[in-house]
């Protein structure tokens, strides 16, 4: 089973990362987290990378639901979502796939949150344009 979940569009990339993070609302998800890998790369190893954003996405009410069935899901959360350019005007948007990682969990509470988590990102991604 793959670990994450991806499709290719065609844009700008901080275009794209807004029409990510749009999409993502309408599936109940917000950003709690950006970080820019290329500026972080550069800040600190002086390299230079493609253009690489990891946002870290939360849907509250899913959060809250897998936090009452495994108080240590934290460290899993929240879901994470990448937006890189894999070349000019080519921009990949990948996701994790919840029910992948949730199988190491072992916790059987915790599988029909991860389909829906997933059903929820794969909507998101699947309607971009």
Do not use: W
């Not at 190893?45 to 495994?70: H, M, S």
């Not at 240590?72 to 796939?97: D, F, R, T, W």
């Amino acid at each position: 089973m793959a670990y994450y979940y991806s499709k290719t569009i065609s844009g700008s990339f901080n275009e794209i990362i807004q029409r990510v993070t749009d999409a993502l609302k309408k599936e109940g998800f917000g950003i709690l987290t950006r970080i820019d890998i290329s500026k972080t790369l550069k800040e600190k190893l002086n390299v230079d990378f493609r253009n690489y954003t990891i946002l870290g996405a939360c849907n509250p009410p899913f959060a809250y639901k897998a936090l009452q069935a495994e108080d240590n899901i934290g460290v899993m959360l929240p879901c994470n979502v990448i937006v890189q350019e894999k070349e000019m005007g080519k921009i990949e948007v990948a996701s994790i796939e919840p029910q992948t990682s949730m199988q190491a969990v072992k916790n059987p509470s915790l599988e029909s949150i991860a389909v829906e988590i997933q059903s929820k990102l794969h909507a998101a991604i699947d309607s971009l344009q």
